[in-house]
Nanobody, 123 residues
């Protein structure tokens, strides 16, 4: 069982930055692929990016590529999402998710989810 807690959300202006964190419980964090997803009101949950258990394999959605960066610190059981050049369309609840030993991007492929953190970008 893995418990995930996101933090770092808030209000930012367009062009600004925020850094989200996701802290995981458990002693096997370094065996989990960690994904970031987001869901805007009235829309389906969408893939933002993912980082494999070793930190080598990292993939992003086209909509955030070049602006967002995922990293992880396995010693701290934490994954990060650095968001730069924010746009109003980035406004959503952001979730981190975990799955063991797979590199996947579909929300249905992830086994554990945090409760999310709200990110609001004003124009």
């Amino acid at each position: 069982q893995v418990q995930l807690v996101e933090s770092g959300g808030g209000l930012a202006r367009a062009g600004g930055s925020l850094r989200l964190s996701c802290a995981a419980s458990g002693r096997t964090f370094d065996s989990y692929t960690m994904g970031w997803f987001r869901q805007a009101p009235g829309k389906e949950r969408e893939f933002v990016g993912t980082i494999g258990w070793s930190g080598v394999n990292i993939y992003y959605a086209d909509s955030v590529k070049g602006r967002f960066t995922i990293s992880r610190d396995n010693a701290k059981n934490t994954v990060y999402l650095q968001m730069n050049s924010l746009k109003p369309e980035d406004t959503a609840v952001y979730y981190c998710a975990a799955v063991q030993w797979k590199i996947v991007t579909a929300p249905t492929d992830y086994d554990y989810w945090g409760r999310g953190t709200q990110v609001t970008v004003s124009s």
